[in-house]
């Protein structure tokens, strides 16, 4: 028989560790931001979903391999540090461009396919973002086999409904007061800001290279 408190006291522990992963700035954050400041809200939930597939995928492996140690392995993070970095610094580079060569009227009339390049960059972020792996190896693991101890498979689906919950309420929130303020902002004001987050992609992606390829 189920336990309608345990599931639910999973859901909750999935929902609070899932803010914990959302909530801060990062690389996720500024991206998502950019995004809805620039291309609307239906960009702005490309990302989300893009993130919901990472944080998907990574459930299904370690739940399907257990494995944990991966995360500290030296080939790992030579993958952080060389697709990540340049991914980020890629994207970076891209935003810089558009914001400073496309004309201002980008910003409120995309392409039909800026909501599809949302999504890659969704990825790119997601999964060049070492924040990403720490988390799941520090919170995202112990918070899970807490669930399934305490409610078996059961626990994990619904720790698992509770981390997709935080962040769909988060990300989306984010992205939809963001691209609000397309309405409100000086044209000038979300082109720099664009400028702005694609500087930040870059360094993070410099920072990536130099952290864990150059002086591992």
Do not use: C
């Not at 981390?163 to 769909?168: H, M, N, P």
């Amino acid at each position: 028989m189920i336990d309608m408190d345990s599931i639910g006291g999973t859901f909750a522990l999935g929902f609070l560790v899932g803010l914990s992963a959302f909530t801060p700035p990062g690389p996720v954050v500024v991206y998502l931001i950019q995004q809805s400041l620039h291309r609307g809200f239906r960009a702005g939930l490309s990302v989300t979903l893009a993130s919901a597939l990472v944080g998907a995928g990574m459930l299904v492996l370690i739940l399907e391999t257990g494995i944990r140690m991966v995360f500290e392995s030296p080939v790992f993070h030579l993958y952080i540090g060389l697709i990540g970095g340049i991914s980020l610094i890629t994207l970076g580079v891209l935003i810089g461009r558009d914001t400073l060569f496309s004309p201002l009227a980008y910003i409120t009339n995309p392409p039909e396919s800026s909501y599809s390049s949302s999504f890659v960059g969704g990825l790119a972020v997601n999964t060049g973002n070492p924040l990403v792996y720490i988390w799941w190896a520090l919170i995202g693991i112990p918070s899970l086999g807490a669930a399934g101890e305490l409610a078996g498979s059961s626990g994990l689906y619904s720790w698992s409904g509770g981390i997709l919950g935080a962040l769909f309420l988060w990300y989306g929130g984010i992205s939809y007061l963001a691209s609000q303020g397309v309405s409100h902002l000086p044209k000038k004001a979300i082109q720099v800001l664009s400028l702005l987050s694609g500087i930040f992609l870059v360094i993070f992606g410099l920072f990536l290279l130099v952290r864990y390829v150059l002086h591992p």
